[in-house]
């Protein structure tokens, strides 16, 4: 695009990392307006700035004429957007509606006391973006287009610089018209080592980095520059709450931010981090990487121009800034607490509960224990028999044993045999299986390195729980890339243990002895806001039934049943929970299958890549797994459509609206093209 940015040029300014960001994305910069005066410099304390003050591109006076500077350029020269920056008063262009273009302004200091201006300044544009978000309900009663954009950093700037720590705090911002500031600072200096510079960009990022702690409170509850500023550099932030301004919703106190609560609070939290090093070290790198993924200059960009160009209804909410800021985040204080509960040395462990030889396959815990002495791990057994566990007493492949007096069920099993476990990635094995160490490694490198995973295994399904059946199952060779799935087979399968116990998770004792443990484990996944994978793998064999085909009864804990007396039961409870915790939370998609995800992704996928018979046998085959389902019929007649298939398009649509008859179709078929045109294979 070719973007006229207009604000007063000094090199410190928030407009010069927005001008940096759109360059960085290659997009044509045209700097709009007049010089920095330099009678401010003392005033606003701006003396160690240290860089040039310098004439824009097209310079001007404070309020130039939009109409007259036109008329001044080549017609190639005309801007696509017209982007208007906060940045020293009294910059106000006249006759901004001669500029042929979209027009939108960055306002960034409602909260000391230029709301009246704002408001009216306002008016004049197209698309409004501001800072603070507590003025959002106002600026909309003005210009209904408003959205919040936090301010951010540049990392190549605020960058993270490999010194020692020579200050306990530190501080660099201003001090002018600011008394609370002024005592908070004073006392702090009375009880820490405390470092004060006005300083910028280098020299900014040269204090935070050889500072412990970096010391931030908010004038008028603002979201502040330096937030996010020193969160790049890798110090701690300890900074106050500010209300209403979305910091507690984008960072978490005790994660990546230390927050005082109130003035008197804040000798006590600084005292606290700089006793607890470790602690600090972890909660200040946890918050360098919340920034760098979702907080720079760049991602600002990229969303006002999503916004600005019609991509996008709305810029990112707290919520969404949250969970991209800390997707794929390791949990807070691991590497602090693995060496801890990894004892063994070893990271993983085999969980294989054993009822008996399993006599309808050819694979039993004999053959299986002979697999795993070509892989490395700890090998844990539930026996649940003791006349089994007697005759294996003693097994060189065997780690821990523990010895059931009576079958106890697979859940419960598997629940002993975590606790048993001392590595971070657990293993839960079938008896009747044969594995191959390819399988492990890919299983294990999916738990290393896929987005939140906390359960992978070769095979899982998206899940119809209304009806308890699956929509899709992926059976061994049948995909080739992770997919996201709602339930993982539970023959073979691994987990991270730090989400089990007191993670959170653990499997349903109520299913004793079988039956509904693996969806309703993806369930819980899915509620605590973690996800499960299937990950393409032939390396292990596994025939179904191999244990429970040859039982017309199962007898555990004290009674006997026939598989399928359990399966209903178990049916009964498992809807019986879930509806009722889906009620109670008041979350219509706890229990939705992931698969309209799945085949969004999938076939807009495919044609995006060029792939238009591979997009249409996946929407096929899509729609027949889930003909009651709009959004697939929906998504299957827009690739009909795409495709130039029109009769079937019609069908298909059809189908979505008898299924729906309040789906907004052409919102539905507007978001699939924006989906199709931005998004990501």
């Known amino acids: 695009m070719n973007i006229w940015l207009s604000y007063v040029n000094y090199p410190v300014t928030t407009a010069v990392y927005f001008e940096r960001a759109l360059r960085r994305q290659c997009h044509r910069v045209t700097t709009v ?19 040039p003050l310098t004439d824009h591109d097209l310079p001007t006076d404070f309020a130039p004429d939009m109409a007259e500077l036109l008329a001044s350029i080549p017609d190639q020269e005309r801007p696509d957007l017209y982007l208007w920056i906060e940045s020293v008063g009294g910059h106000f262009p006249k006759n901004l509606e001669a500029l042929p273009c979209t027009r939108a302004c960055y306002l960034i200091d409602s909260h000391l006391e230029n709301i009246s201006w704002h408001l009216e300044w306002a008016q004049q544009f197209h698309y409004v973006f501001i800072a603070q978000r507590e003025y959002l309900p106002r600026f909309r009663e003005v210009n209904p287009n408003t959205h919040w954009l936090p301010l951010a950093c540049d990392p190549e700037i605020h960058a993270q610089l490999d010194l020692p720590k020579l200050h306990d705090i530190g501080f660099v911002g201003s001090l002018v018209l600011n008394p609370r500031r002024q005592r908070l600072l004073k006392s702090l200096e009375e009880h820490t080592d405390l470092y004060y510079e ?14 412990r702690i970096v010391f931030n409170n908010a004038v008028n509850n603002d979201l502040n520059m330096r937030v996010f500023e020193v969160m790049a550099t890798g110090a701690l932030l300890l900074t106050d709450t500010a209300p209403g301004s979305g910091l507690d919703e984008l960072f978490r106190d005790g994660e990546e931010v230390a927050l005082y609560r109130c003035d008197a609070e804040l000798e006590d939290v600084a005292r606290f981090y700089l006793n607890n090093d470790e602690l600090r070290k972890q909660v200040a790198a946890r918050g360098r990487r919340a920034v760098l993924q979702a907080h720079t200059y760049e991602h600002r960009v990229a969303d006002l121009l999503a916004v600005s160009t019609g991509g996008k209804p709305t810029t990112y909410s707290a919520q969404e800034l949250r969970e991209r800021s800390t997707r794929g985040l390791e ?85 002993v045999g975590i606790d048993m476990a001392s590595t971070p990635f657990v293993f839960i094995l079938n ?16 738990l ?69 443990e693996e969806w309703d484990l993806g369930l819980q996944i899915k509620r605590a806001g973690l996800k499960s994978y299937v990950v393409p793998t032939d390396a292990y064999t596994h025939h179904w039934s191999g244990s429970i085909s040859a039982r017309r009864e199962i007898a555990s804990m004290g009674r006997s049943e026939s598989p399928q007396a359990i399966l209903q039961r178990n049916r009964l409870l498992f809807l019986a929970k879930w509806y009722d915790r889906a009620g109670q939370e008041g979350d219509g998609t706890l229990l939705e299958s992931g698969i309209g995800r799945y085949g969004r992704q999938r076939a807009l996928g495919f044609l995006r890549a060029g792939k238009p018979e591979e997009a249409e046998q996946t929407i096929r085959h899509l729609a027949a797994a889930a003909p009651c389902r709009p959004d697939l019929q929906g998504l299957a007649g827009f690739v009909m459509g795409h495709l130039g298939q029109h009769v079937e398009a019609l069908s298909y649509i059809k189908q979505a609206l008898r299924l729906d008859a309040a789906l907004d179709i052409d919102g539905f078929i507007k978001g699939l093209i924006i989906e199709l045109e931005q998004a990501q294979p």
């Open 331 to 415: 949990p807070l204080f691991r590497s602090v607490v693995e060496p801890l509960i990894n004892f063994s040395g070893q990271s993983r462990s085999f969980v294989i509960p054993v009822l008996d030889y399993s006599p309808a396959s050819e694979f039993n815990i004999l053959t299986l224990l002979r697999d795993l002495e070509q892989i490395p791990g700890e090998v844990l057994v539930v026996f649940n028999d003791e006349t089994v566990a007697a005759e294996l007493k003693g097994h060189p492949r065997i780690t821990r044993a523990a010895v059931m007096t009576e079958n106890i069920g697979v859940a419960r099993a598997w629940n």
């Open 448 to 516: 290393r390195t896929l987005d939140r995973a906390a359960c992978v295994g070769p095979q899982g399904s998206f899940v119809n729980l209304r009806l308890t059946r699956d929509y899709l199952y992926f059976n061994k060779g049948e995909f080739d890339t992770p997919v996201e799935v709602d339930a993982v087979s539970g023959f073979l399968f691994a987990i991270r243990r730090e989400h089990f116990g007191t993670g959170g998770l653990r499997f349903e004792n109520a299913f004793t002895p079988c039956y509904f």
């Open 33 to 51: 307006g007049p010089r920095f005066p330099r009678e401010l410099i003392e005033l606003w304390q701006l003396q160690n700035m240290k860089l």
């Open 198 to 211: 006005r300083c910028f960009w280098d020299d900014m990022a040269r204090v935070f980095s050889a500072s």
């Open 431 to 446: 008896s009747d299986l044969h594995l191959e160490r390819d399988a492990v490694e890919v299983m294990e490198q999916g």
